[in-house]
């Protein structure tokens, strides 16, 4: 009866627990989403060969984190 109780009650904080994590990865989401339009954002407004290599490095390495985060 009581290892039931333990078990129940271990569960239970293990849920509150993945559901505290949600927002945080959340909010990481959005300003993943956030730096990815301001890049995007910079690229509109031209740029040098230099410059666009490393945004364009700097957007896959946001995506592969979007990829990640924001599922």
Known sequence: MKSTAWMLML???IL???HAGDTGDKDACEQVKKK????ESR???????AQGIRYEAR???????RYKLCR
């Not at 690229?43 to 060969?49: D, I, N, P, T, V």
């Not at 957007?59 to 984190?65: A, F, V």
């Open 11 to 13: 569960i239970v904080l």
């Open 16 to 18: 509150v627990r993945v």
């Open 36 to 39: 990815i339009r301001v890049i």
């Open 43 to 49: 690229m509109r407004e031209g740029y040098s060969a």
């Open 59 to 65: 957007l896959r390495e946001l995506k592969e984190k």
